[in-house]
């Protein structure tokens, strides 16, 4: 045994799990090792445990190895206890299944006594687990009663970890039990330690949405009350956002009367978190509380929003953007977004932050088909422009990949006059993702674009950027060449790439060559048979002779490719005998890709 503890202490375990599997060891000898003064000794065995129980047996799991667990909490490090809460949530089927399920409770319950957050947190996921297999009639029989001790528990952990326990077993259990969970909820919400009122409001709407609607307005309203009026700012945000099950739940009546005051109250908090939460589920408002309201006190709610004096709110406002009055007629909508909502965006684009600034280019174009074609023109055409310029990278590389969708409103003659030229610019962007954003766009553009007039303002630009350097940026346009070759043809494509290829191909610098072959690979797989072989494999059989071990193995693999489209007299002519000569090759990676081509072929 000590030898194989020195050995690291797995073969140990094991060796000890198959003896006890046939009955000669007592569980102290099985569980000694649990024992052992080496941390990560422990932290190994524990995360065997369902090993060692399904060697036990469940009899024996149930009144042996909980036991010792239990009594382990107190005595070991939070890692050991975070492993212990994470096992246990699995054990239902070692214990004897949902009938002895509830034996899982005792070692969880002490877990979830614990001061470290991090194994509380996964003591309660591992109560509720076993919460979700246990009868009504073993809820109110145990796991009511595990609620009530951490309730009424002397140190606040325990407490707090109760706050989570109430959703899972509320529903099932009877209702005089209902009644007396809802009062003990209600002494958490009163709690003198604010980590248990947070715990108690972050947990309140997942009880309210198991609730009945008569429960909620008698019990549960004035506990929301009471937390949004919390003077510790983590509570009342938590609280707020309980708002959404209270509107879910509750008539719009009833919602108007008990709940859009604190919502009305909570937007206008001196607290910028309360507001940022208010901001973060305006548009769940909006869909529970009915046209009207969101005409009269929401609308001016997140126009207020826009315009908070917090960045943070500002930018959760802006967010919300694309929501604003989405259950509206479309011509009521446009009204509200023109006069009340764009002026705000307008100086948003302007915002000192760039988050902000972020966040609204993001999602300004999805209010250009509320708007439609001449408004966007007027309004927002010049806003996108000004965001293309903006001097952080991230607001530019938001805007840009939004260029399709202002396409399809204003139209291609709109986005040449307006838009094109700070393509231009941006195409020498010093970010490379703002370029790589830029030239994932080529093909929607190209779709609506005459060829005549591609040609002459946007091929050079994309053939441009195979010479860039960053590897995603050359590799990107070779994907984005065959796109446009799919659009334009193949004709197009002889007359506008291979040129290209030819003169990328002859580059001193053997990236260029490498490109090339990146490129002609791209294309093998949609020219036609005359293309492939009169067009590119002369290109290809040339770098084959490529004095860059890289190049030429880059080449063979090409060849490969391209042997499929050409005839078989070609490839026995001019494709074997260049890979033949190839696999003789000093480098051995050409010598493996030639004879992985020659496979092929």
């Given at each position: 045994r000590e030898r194989e503890k020195k050995r690291g202490g797995g073969k140990f375990v094991f060796s000890v799990v198959f003896e006890a599997a046939m009955g000669d060891l007592p569980i102290s000898v099985l569980i000694d090792e649990l024992k052992d003064e080496d941390l990560q000794m422990r932290l190994n065995s524990i995360k065997r445990l369902s090993t060692i129980a399904l060697a036990l047996g469940e009899e024996r799991t149930r009144s042996e190895l909980l036991p010792f667990l239990t009594d382990a909490v107190d005595s070991n490090e939070d890692e050991i206890l975070l492993a212990i809460?994470?096992?246990?949530?699995k054990f239902i089927p070692?214990?004897?299944?949902?009938?002895?399920?509830?034996?899982?409770?005792?070692?969880?319950?002490?877990?979830?006594?614990?001061?470290?957050?991090?194994?509380?947190?996964?003591?309660?996921?591992?109560?509720?687990?076993?919460?979700?297999?246990?009868?009504?009639?073993?809820?109110?029989?145990?796991?009511?009663?595990?609620?009530?001790?951490?309730?009424?528990?002397?140190?606040?952990?325990?407490?707090?970890?109760?706050?989570g326990l109430f959703e899972c077993c509320y529903p099932r259990v009877s209702a005089a039990t209902q009644t007396e969970l809802r009062k003990l909820y209600g002494q958490l919400c009163k709690d003198d330690t604010p980590m248990v009122r947070r715990a108690a409001a972050g947990n309140l709407g997942s009880l309210v949405s198991v609730s009945s609607v008569e429960h909620a307005k008698a019990d549960f309203v004035p506990q929301f009350a009471l937390l949004n009026q919390d003077e510790q700012d983590t509570v009342s945000l938590l609280a707020a956002a309980a708002s959404v099950n209270f509107c879910k739940l509750l008539s719009m009546e009833e919602a108007k009367e008990h709940i859009l005051p604190f919502i009305q109250k909570a937007a206008s908090s001196r607290s910028w978190r309360v507001r940022y939460v208010i901001a973060e589920h305006w548009a769940e408002f909006q869909d529970t509380l009915g046209d009207v309201l969101v005409k009269t006190e929401l609308i001016p709610m997140i126009v207020h929003l826009l315009a908070d004096q917090e960045a943070e709110v500002r930018t959760q406002a802006a967010f919300r953007l694309p929501d604003i009055g989405k259950n509206m007629p479309?011509?009521?909508?446009?009204?509200?977004?023109?006069?009340?909502?764009?002026?705000?965006?307008?100086?948003?684009?302007?915002?000192?932050?760039?988050?902000?600034?972020?966040?609204?280019?993001?999602?300004?174009?999805?209010?250009?088909?509320?708007?439609?074609?001449?408004?966007?023109?007027?309004?927002?055409?010049?806003?996108?422009?000004?965001?293309?310029?903006?001097?952080?990278?991230?607001?530019?590389?938001s805007i840009i990949s939004r260029l399709d969708k202002l396409q399809e409103v204003v139209g291609i003659d709109a986005v040449c006059s307006a838009v094109i030229p700070e393509i231009i610019t941006l195409a020498e962007d010093t970010q490379w993702r703002v370029r790589l954003a830029l030239i994932e766009q080529i093909p929607s553009l190209a779709k609506n674009f005459p060829v005549d007039q591609f040609d002459q303002r946007l091929t050079p630009l994309t053939m441009n950027w195979l010479n860039d350097s960053i590897y995603a940026i050359r590799e990107s346009t070779t994907v984005i060449v065959r796109a446009l070759v799919?659009?334009?043809?193949?004709?197009?494509?002889?007359?506008?790439?291979?040129?290209?290829?030819?003169?990328?191909?002859?580059?001193?610098?053997?990236?260029?060559?490498?490109?090339?072959?990146?490129?002609?690979?791209?294309?093998?797989?949609?020219?036609?048979?005359?293309?492939?072989?009169?067009?590119?494999?002369?290109?290809?059989?040339?770098?084959?002779?490529?004095?860059i071990p890289n190049v030429r193995f880059n080449a063979a693999r090409v060849l490969g490719k391209l042997a499929v489209k050409i005839d078989k007299a070609v490839v026995a002519k001019d494709v074997k005998p260049t890979l033949e000569t190839l696999k003789k090759d000093s480098d051995a990676d050409v010598q493996y890709f030639s004879t992985q081509a020659l496979a092929v072929c």
């Amino acid at each position: 045994r000590e030898r194989e503890k020195k050995r690291g202490g797995g073969k140990f375990v094991f060796s000890v799990v198959f003896e006890a599997a046939m009955g000669d060891l007592p569980i102290s000898v099985l569980i000694d090792e649990l024992k052992d003064e080496d941390l990560q000794m422990r932290l190994n065995s524990i995360k065997r445990l369902s090993t060692i129980a399904l060697a036990l047996g469940e009899e024996r799991t149930r009144s042996e190895l909980l036991p010792f667990l239990t009594d382990a909490v107190d005595s070991n490090e939070d890692e050991i206890l975070l492993a212990i809460a994470e096992e246990l949530g699995k054990f239902i089927p070692l214990v004897g299944g949902a009938a002895h399920a509830h034996t899982l409770l005792a070692p969880l319950e002490a877990l979830a006594r614990v001061e470290e957050t991090v194994v509380r947190d996964k003591a309660v996921e591992s109560l509720r687990c076993v919460a979700k297999e246990l009868s009504s009639e073993q809820l109110d029989a145990h796991f009511v009663g595990v609620l009530r001790r951490l309730v009424t528990a002397e140190w606040f952990a325990a407490r707090s970890s109760a706050c989570g326990l109430f959703e899972c077993c509320y529903p099932r259990v009877s209702a005089a039990t209902q009644t007396e969970l809802r009062k003990l909820y209600g002494q958490l919400c009163k709690d003198d330690t604010p980590m248990v009122r947070r715990a108690a409001a972050g947990n309140l709407g997942s009880l309210v949405s198991v609730s009945s609607v008569e429960h909620a307005k008698a019990d549960f309203v004035p506990q929301f009350a009471l937390l949004n009026q919390d003077e510790q700012d983590t509570v009342s945000l938590l609280a707020a956002a309980a708002s959404v099950n209270f509107c879910k739940l509750l008539s719009m009546e009833e919602a108007k009367e008990h709940i859009l005051p604190f919502i009305q109250k909570a937007a206008s908090s001196r607290s910028w978190r309360v507001r940022y939460v208010i901001a973060e589920h305006w548009a769940e408002f909006q869909d529970t509380l009915g046209d009207v309201l969101v005409k009269t006190e929401l609308i001016p709610m997140i126009v207020h929003l826009l315009a908070d004096q917090e960045a943070e709110v500002r930018t959760q406002a802006a967010f919300r953007l694309p929501d604003i009055g989405k259950n509206m007629p479309p011509a009521e909508r446009k009204v509200i977004i023109s006069t009340n909502v764009l002026p705000h965006v307008h100086d948003l684009c302007s915002d000192g932050s760039a988050h902000v600034r972020v966040a609204v280019a993001s999602v300004l174009l999805s209010v250009a088909p509320v708007l439609g074609k001449d408004k966007t023109q007027e309004a927002l055409v010049p806003l996108y422009i000004k965001l293309l310029k903006d001097e952080f990278p991230d607001v530019r590389l938001s805007i840009i990949s939004r260029l399709d969708k202002l396409q399809e409103v204003v139209g291609i003659d709109a986005v040449c006059s307006a838009v094109i030229p700070e393509i231009i610019t941006l195409a020498e962007d010093t970010q490379w993702r703002v370029r790589l954003a830029l030239i994932e766009q080529i093909p929607s553009l190209a779709k609506n674009f005459p060829v005549d007039q591609f040609d002459q303002r946007l091929t050079p630009l994309t053939m441009n950027w195979l010479n860039d350097s960053i590897y995603a940026i050359r590799e990107s346009t070779t994907v984005i060449v065959r796109a446009l070759v799919d659009v334009y043809g193949l004709g197009w494509a002889k007359k506008s790439v291979i040129p290209h290829v030819v003169a990328l191909g002859s580059e001193k610098a053997y990236l260029s060559r490498l490109t090339t072959l990146l490129l002609i690979s791209s294309l093998a797989e949609v020219v036609d048979k005359d293309m492939a072989t009169k067009e590119l494999l002369p290109i290809v059989l040339r770098l084959t002779k490529d004095g860059i071990p890289n190049v030429r193995f880059n080449a063979a693999r090409v060849l490969g490719k391209l042997a499929v489209k050409i005839d078989k007299a070609v490839v026995a002519k001019d494709v074997k005998p260049t890979l033949e000569t190839l696999k003789k090759d000093s480098d051995a990676d050409v010598q493996y890709f030639s004879t992985q081509a020659l496979a092929v072929c």
